[in-house]
C-alpha cells in the first residue's frame, strides 16, 4: 500500500515534469498578452509532426537533429498564429482573438494529417532500455529526462526574464504597458518574441512527450492545450512559478486518482477538482500574478 | 432532396446551439458549457421518449428544462469568476458532464433488443420520428418551428427592459450594478435562458440522428457554440443564424469538394472574418 502509494507519487511528478514545459509556455503567453491561445497545442503538435516527417525520410537523423526539427516548426506555426490571432486583436477583442485561435487549431490539424494521413504515427524513442530500479521502486529514464528539462527550462526562462534586456522589457510591458510604450519598447515586437519563446519552450516539451510516447496523433495538440490550460489555471493565472506548481498538483493528482478510481475517472476527478476550486475562488486564482 | 432537408435540420440545430450561447455572450460572459446542457437535453429527452415512450413533445419541454436546471446549477458557483477562469470552469463542467454520459449505462429491453445509454457506445435506437411516420420534411419543420419561436422570443428579449439589461451587464458591470442591476440575477437568468435553449436543441438533435454518444458533446460542439454568435455578431440574433448557415452551409457543406483541404480553408476564412469585423461579420456602428 505504502509502496503503491510512493510509486503513485513519483508517477505523478514525473508526469508532472513533462507538464510543467507545456504550462509554462501558455501561462508566459497568457501572463503578458491576457489572451487565451487554444492553437498552443496544435502549434506544437505540428511542430512535432514535422520531426516525425523528418525521421520516416531520412532514418539517419539523430534525436538532437529531430529535437531541433520539431522546436524550429513549433516556432514557425506559433509565429504563424501570433500573425494571424494576436496581433491584429493586439487593442481589440479577447474574444475574437480566442474564436481566430479555434480556427486555426482546426487549420494545423488538418496540416498534420494531410502532412502523415495515418492516425497513428511512430516517433524515435527517446530510450529503449529497461527502467531503473530504486528500492522497490520503478522510475523510467524518460521520466528522468523530462525532470531535468523542466527544470533547465525554469532556470532559462528565469534567466531571459530576469536577467536580460529582453526580459526588462517583458516585465515593463506587464507591469505598466503605456509606460513601458512611451520609454521606446514597442509591444508588437516583444509579443511577437514571447510568442516564439513560448512555442520553443512547448516545442521542447512536446518533442519529450512524443518520444516518450514513441508515437504521436493529431489529438496531441488538443491534449497540450487542455493540459497547458489545466496546469496554469491550478497555479493561478498569469504566474509562472503557480504553472509550475499546478503542473506539479494536476500530475499528482492524476496519478493517485488513476490508481484509484481507474482511468476514466481521473479527467472527471481533474475537471471537479478544477471546477470546485474556481467556483469557491481562492484568492491565489482570483488575483492573477504576472511575473 | 432529403439531403438538403437534412442539411437545413443540422443548421436549424446549430442556431438553437449558436442562439443558447448568445444569450450568455451578451452579458459579457464566455461559457464553454453549452455543449453540456445540449448533452443533458439530448440524453433526458431520448431516455424519455425511448425507454418511458413519451411524446416528443413533452420529452422537449423535460429536456429544455433539464438544460435549464443545469444551467442555473453551473450559473451560481461559475459566476463568480470572470473571463478567462469562466471559460475554464465552464469548460470543466462539460468536460465533466461529458465524462459522466461516457460512463453512464440505463439499459431496458424492448422486445428482443436492449434500449438505452450504453457507455461509450452511446445512444442507439431514438427512433421517435420514424416509428410514428414523420418525414424528413415534417421534422424539419418541427425543428424550425422552434428555431423561429426562439429567435422571436431573443428579438422581443432584445427590444425589451430585460435586454437592455442583458447588454448593459455586457458592457460594464460596474456602470450596471451602480444603477441598480442585480448582476447575480441577470448572469444567472440568462445562463438559464440559454441552458434551455441548448436543451431543446439537444432534444432536437437527439430525434433527428437518432443516435447520440458522448463525442457528439465535446469542447468542439461547445467551441462552435459560441463562435456562431461571435463571427454573426452581438447585435440580432440574426447575426447567428447568418455565421451558421455562414459555416455549416458554406463552409461545411459547399466545400465539401475540397476534401482533405477544407478545414485549411475554413480556418483561413474564420480568421478573415475575425480580422476584418472583430465585431462580427452583421455589425454596423451606432445601430
Request: charged fraction near 10%.
Given at each position: 500500500?505504502?509502496?503503491?502509494?510512493?510509486q503513485?507519487?513519483?508517477?505523478g511528478?514525473?508526469a508532472g515534469?513533462?507538464?510543467?514545459?507545456?504550462?509554462?509556455?501558455?501561462?508566459l503567453?497568457?501572463?503578458v498578452?491576457r489572451?487565451?491561445?487554444?492553437?498552443?497545442?496544435?502549434?506544437?503538435?505540428?511542430?512535432?509532426?514535422?520531426?516525425?516527417?523528418?525521421?520516416g525520410?531520412?532514418?539517419?537523423?539523430g534525436?538532437?537533429?529531430?529535437a531541433a526539427?520539431a522546436l524550429?516548426?513549433?516556432?514557425?506555426?506559433?509565429a504563424?498564429?501570433?500573425r494571424?490571432?494576436?496581433?491584429p486583436?493586439?487593442?481589440?477583442?479577447a474574444v475574437?482573438?480566442?474564436?481566430?485561435s479555434?480556427?486555426?487549431w482546426?487549420?494545423?490539424e488538418?496540416?498534420a494529417?494531410l502532412?502523415?494521413?495515418r492516425h497513428?504515427v511512430?516517433?524515435?524513442?527517446?530510450?529503449?532500455?529497461?527502467?531503473?530500479?530504486?528500492?522497490?521502486?520503478?522510475?523510467?529514464?524518460?521520466a528522468?529526462?523530462?525532470?531535468?528539462?523542466a527544470a533547465?527550462?525554469?532556470?532559462?526562462?528565469?534567466?531571459?526574464?530576469?536577467?536580460?534586456?529582453?526580459?526588462?522589457?517583458?516585465r515593463?510591458?506587464v507591469?505598466?504597458?503605456l509606460?513601458?510604450?512611451?520609454?521606446?519598447?514597442?509591444?508588437?515586437r516583444?509579443?511577437?518574441?514571447?510568442?516564439?519563446l513560448a512555442s520553443a519552450?512547448?516545442?521542447?516539451?512536446?518533442?519529450?512527450?512524443?518520444?516518450?510516447?514513441?508515437?504521436?496523433?493529431?489529438?496531441?495538440?488538443?491534449w497540450?492545450?487542455?493540459k497547458?490550460?489545466?496546469?496554469?489555471?491550478?497555479?493561478?493565472?498569469g504566474?509562472?512559478?503557480?504553472?509550475?506548481?499546478?503542473?506539479?498538483?494536476?500530475?499528482?493528482?492524476?496519478?493517485?486518482?488513476?490508481?484509484?478510481?481507474?482511468?476514466?475517472?481521473?479527467?472527471f476527478?481533474?475537471?471537479?477538482?478544477?471546477?470546485?476550486?474556481?467556483?469557491a475562488?481562492?484568492r491565489?486564482?482570483?488575483?492573477?500574478?504576472?511575473s | 432532396?432529403?439531403?438538403?432537408?437534412?442539411?437545413?435540420?443540422l443548421?436549424?440545430?446549430h442556431?438553437?446551439?449558436?442562439l443558447?450561447?448568445?444569450i450568455v455572450?451578451?452579458?459579457?460572459?464566455?461559457?464553454?458549457?453549452?455543449?453540456?446542457f445540449y448533452?443533458?437535453?439530448?440524453?433526458?429527452s431520448?431516455?424519455?421518449?425511448?425507454?418511458?415512450e413519451?411524446h416528443?413533445?413533452?420529452?422537449?419541454?423535460?429536456?429544455?428544462?433539464?438544460g435549464?436546471?443545469?444551467?442555473c446549477?453551473?450559473?451560481?458557483?461559475a459566476l463568480?469568476?470572470?473571463g478567462?477562469?469562466?471559460?475554464?470552469?465552464?469548460?470543466?463542467?462539460?468536460?465533466?458532464?461529458r465524462i459522466?454520459?461516457?460512463?453512464?449505462?440505463?439499459?431496458?429491453?424492448?422486445?428482443d433488443?436492449?434500449?438505452?445509454p450504453?457507455?461509450g457506445?452511446?445512444?442507439?435506437?431514438?427512433?421517435f420520428?420514424p416509428?410514428?411516420?414523420?418525414?424528413?420534411?415534417?421534422?424539419?419543420?418541427?425543428?424550425?418551428?422552434f428555431?423561429?419561436?426562439v429567435?422571436?422570443?431573443?428579438?422581443?428579449f432584445d427590444?425589451?427592459?430585460y435586454?437592455?439589461?442583458?447588454r448593459?451587464?455586457g458592457e460594464?458591470e460596474?456602470?450596471?450594478q451602480?444603477?441598480?442591476v442585480?448582476?447575480?440575477?441577470?448572469?444567472?437568468?440568462?445562463?438559464?435562458?440559454?441552458?434551455?435553449?441548448?436543451?431543446?436543441?439537444?432534444?432536437l438533435?437527439?430525434h433527428?440522428?437518432?443516435?447520440i454518444?458522448?463525442?457528439?458533446?465535446?469542447v468542439l460542439?461547445?467551441?462552435f457554440?459560441?463562435a456562431?454568435?461571435i463571427?454573426g455578431?452581438?447585435?440580432?440574433?440574426?447575426?447567428t443564424?447568418?455565421?451558421?448557415?455562414?459555416?455549416?452551409?458554406?463552409?461545411?457543406?459547399g466545400?465539401r469538394?475540397?476534401g482533405?483541404?477544407r478545414?485549411?480553408l475554413f480556418?483561413?476564412?474564420?480568421?478573415?472574418a475575425?480580422?476584418?469585423?472583430?465585431?462580427g461579420?452583421?455589425?454596423?456602428?451606432?445601430?
Amino acid at each position: 500500500m505504502l509502496a503503491d502509494l510512493l510509486q503513485n507519487t513519483l508517477d505523478g511528478l514525473a508526469a508532472g515534469a513533462s507538464y510543467a514545459p507545456v504550462a509554462l509556455g501558455f501561462a508566459l503567453i497568457f501572463g503578458v498578452l491576457r489572451r487565451a491561445n487554444l492553437s498552443y497545442g496544435p502549434a506544437i503538435m505540428l511542430g512535432c509532426y514535422a520531426a516525425a516527417l523528418a525521421h520516416g525520410r531520412f532514418p539517419g537523423l539523430g534525436l538532437g537533429a529531430l529535437a531541433a526539427i520539431a522546436l524550429l516548426a513549433a516556432v514557425l506555426a506559433g509565429a504563424y498564429v501570433e500573425r494571424l490571432c494576436f496581433a491584429p486583436h493586439r487593442r481589440g477583442s479577447a474574444v475574437a482573438a480566442m474564436v481566430a485561435s479555434f480556427a486555426l487549431w482546426m487549420q494545423l490539424e488538418e496540416i498534420a494529417t494531410l502532412m502523415l494521413p495515418r492516425h497513428v504515427v511512430a516517433f524515435p524513442a527517446l530510450y529503449e532500455g529497461e527502467p531503473l530500479a530504486i528500492a522497490g521502486l520503478v522510475l523510467r529514464v524518460e521520466a528522468l529526462a523530462a525532470i531535468a528539462t523542466a527544470a533547465a527550462v525554469c532556470a532559462l526562462l528565469a534567466a531571459i526574464l530576469y536577467r536580460s534586456r529582453f526580459g526588462l522589457a517583458v516585465r515593463a510591458l506587464v507591469a505598466a504597458p503605456l509606460a513601458a510604450e512611451l520609454s521606446g519598447i514597442r509591444p508588437a515586437r516583444v509579443f511577437f518574441l514571447v510568442f516564439a519563446l513560448a512555442s520553443a519552450i512547448g516545442g521542447t516539451a512536446g518533442f519529450l512527450v512524443a518520444a516518450t510516447d514513441a508515437q504521436i496523433t493529431p489529438m496531441m495538440g488538443l491534449w497540450l492545450t487542455f493540459k497547458g490550460l489545466l496546469a496554469t489555471m491550478l497555479g493561478g493565472l498569469g504566474s509562472l512559478p503557480g504553472a509550475v506548481a499546478g503542473a506539479l498538483v494536476l500530475g499528482l493528482v492524476e496519478a493517485h486518482a488513476q490508481w484509484f478510481l481507474g482511468p476514466q475517472l481521473r479527467d472527471f476527478v481533474v475537471y471537479l477538482l478544477l471546477f470546485s476550486l474556481l467556483a469557491a475562488a481562492p484568492r491565489w486564482m482570483r488575483t492573477p500574478s504576472p511575473s | 432532396m432529403d439531403f438538403y432537408f437534412g442539411l437545413i435540420q443540422l443548421i436549424g440545430v446549430h442556431t438553437l446551439l449558436g442562439l443558447s450561447a448568445y444569450i450568455v455572450l451578451l452579458t459579457g460572459q464566455v461559457s464553454l458549457a453549452q455543449a453540456a446542457f445540449y448533452a443533458i437535453g439530448a440524453y433526458v429527452s431520448g431516455m424519455l421518449t425511448v425507454l418511458a415512450e413519451w411524446h416528443i413533445v413533452p420529452a422537449l419541454a423535460v429536456g429544455g428544462l433539464a438544460g435549464a436546471a443545469a444551467a442555473c446549477a453551473v450559473g451560481f458557483p461559475a459566476l463568480r469568476v470572470k473571463g478567462l477562469m469562466l471559460v475554464i470552469a465552464t469548460l470543466a463542467f462539460g468536460e465533466g458532464v461529458r465524462i459522466f454520459f461516457f460512463n453512464f449505462d440505463y439499459q431496458i429491453a424492448k422486445g428482443d433488443i436492449k434500449v438505452g445509454p450504453l457507455g461509450g457506445e452511446g445512444f442507439r435506437q431514438i427512433r421517435f420520428f420514424p416509428e410514428n411516420g414523420w418525414t424528413t420534411f415534417d421534422v424539419m419543420l418541427f425543428i424550425w418551428l422552434f428555431v423561429v419561436l426562439v429567435m422571436a422570443l431573443l428579438w422581443w428579449f432584445d427590444r425589451s427592459r430585460y435586454g437592455a439589461v442583458l447588454r448593459a451587464v455586457g458592457e460594464d458591470e460596474v456602470a450596471a450594478q451602480s444603477v441598480g442591476v442585480n448582476l447575480t440575477a441577470v448572469k444567472v437568468s440568462a445562463m438559464t435562458v440559454g441552458g434551455a435553449i441548448a436543451g431543446i436543441a439537444g432534444c432536437l438533435y437527439a430525434h433527428y440522428t437518432t443516435h447520440i454518444e458522448h463525442a457528439s458533446f465535446n469542447v468542439l460542439v461547445a467551441t462552435f457554440a459560441i463562435a456562431y454568435p461571435i463571427v454573426g455578431g452581438l447585435q440580432s440574433v440574426f447575426g447567428t443564424l447568418a455565421a451558421v448557415v455562414f459555416v455549416q452551409g458554406f463552409l461545411v457543406e459547399g466545400l465539401r469538394e475540397l476534401g482533405d483541404w477544407r478545414n485549411l480553408l475554413f480556418g483561413a476564412l474564420i480568421v478573415l472574418a475575425m480580422n476584418l469585423r472583430p465585431q462580427g461579420l452583421f455589425w454596423r456602428r451606432g445601430a
